[in-house]
Each structure stands twice: as structure tokens, then as C-alpha cells.
């Protein structure tokens, strides 16, 4: 996983808890805490720090989840080597992440496993999405979704479900407000 997002993460926690808070998760969780935005780190170290978090906090491993992918949206937009044909919606511009923005994410970093989209349905006003990823962070992507909505000045509920009872695989139904 790349060190932006720990980065982010750590920015967050700092600012929606202090910095007390986020020494404290630190060490509860064995961790410097020394991350470079373009560094490569395992998974399991963000994890662990959600973990401590919500220990610390009280709130809600998902909860977490979800307010870091929604605060992170905009960080990660930028950082894109292309900023243009992103799409002009939510529902454009998460086809654009699958069809082309990991694509890009693996030529930049082979070492790199961007969670993977399939769409099944498409609509106006609904997306109907399965999401893949062996790191089991589904409450991320779905704050990333509403990051991304908010980014486009749409409202959108989302529902999000495992599917077979498992966070590899979740099935996102979108639907505009």
C-alpha cells in the first residue's frame, strides 16, 4: 500500500483527534509512525493502527474506515498523473478508476494491487458494483464513493453488502439522490 495513504491517515487523526491521540495509537500499535508518501508499506500496518484508533476513540473500525476514504478522496484525485477524461460524475469517473486509473496505478508501481470493479448494472440514477480487494477495507471504498459524490455535487445513498457473508468481495448498490 502506498505511504500517501498513511500519510493521510496520520494527517487525519491528527486533526480530527490531535496529536496526543495519534502518538498514543502509534505506540499502542508498535509503530514509528515514519511513512513517505511514495514508500510502499504492508496493509496489515494500517490496519493496526485503525485497530488502536478505534480503541483510543470508541468509534467504530468501519466508521473510521469510512471518514478516512472520505476525507481522502480529494488527496488521492490530485495525485494522479492525468487530471483530465476523469469523468464529469460519480458514476463516470468510478468507471474511469477501473477501466483506467488502476491500470496506470500498476504501470507507476508493478508491485501495486489496486482493488478491483466489476459493474452490473448502470443507470441514470443507479450503479450496481462488486468490489474486490484482499485487503478487506470495504468501509474505505465506501467513504471514497462519498468523497467522490461530494467532490461532483451529487448526493447519493449507497448500500453496502458482503457478499457470501465476506469483506473481499462487497457489492456497492449507488443510487443519485
Known amino acids: 500500500m502506498k505511504g500517501m495513504i ?14 496526543e491521540v495519534c502518538e498514543e495509537m502509534l505506540d499502542n500499535a508498535n509503530d514509528e509512525g515514519i511513512y513517505t508518501s511514495v514508500g510502499s508499506y504492508d496493509h496489515k500496518q494500517l490496519v493496526r493502527l485503525i485497530v488502536e484508533l478505534s480503541k483510543l476513540t470508541s468509534v467504530s473500525i468501519d466508521d ?16 494522479l498523473p492525468v487530471q483530465e477524461n476523469l469523468g464529469d460524475s460519480t ?8 477501466a483506467y486509473i488502476h491500470k496506470e496505478v500498476i504501470k507507476l508501481y508493478p508491485d501495486a494491487t489496486p482493488p478491483r470493479f466489476e459493474f452490473h448494472l448502470i443507470t441514470e440514477s443507479t450503479m450496481v458494483m462488486d468490489y474486490f480487494s484482499s485487503r478487506c477495507m470495504g468501509s474505505v471504498c465506501l467513504g471514497l464513493i462519498r468523497g467522490c459524490a461530494k467532490h461532483f455535487g451529487e448526493q447519493v445513498t449507497v448500500n453496502m453488502n458482503p457478499v457470501a457473508g465476506k469483506q473481499d ?9
Open 64 to 79: 473510521l474506515q469510512m471518514v478516512f476514504g472520505e476525507n481522502a478522496f480529494e488527496t488521492l484525485l490530485s495525485s
Open 6 to 19: 498513511f500519510t493521510e491517515f496520520l494527517e487525519l487523526v491528527e486533526d480530527k483527534f490531535g496529536m
Open 169 to 177: 468481495h462487497i457489492r456497492f448498490e449507488i443510487t443519485l439522490v
Open 91 to 98: 458514476f463516470s469517473f468510478l468507471q474511469t478508476v477501473e
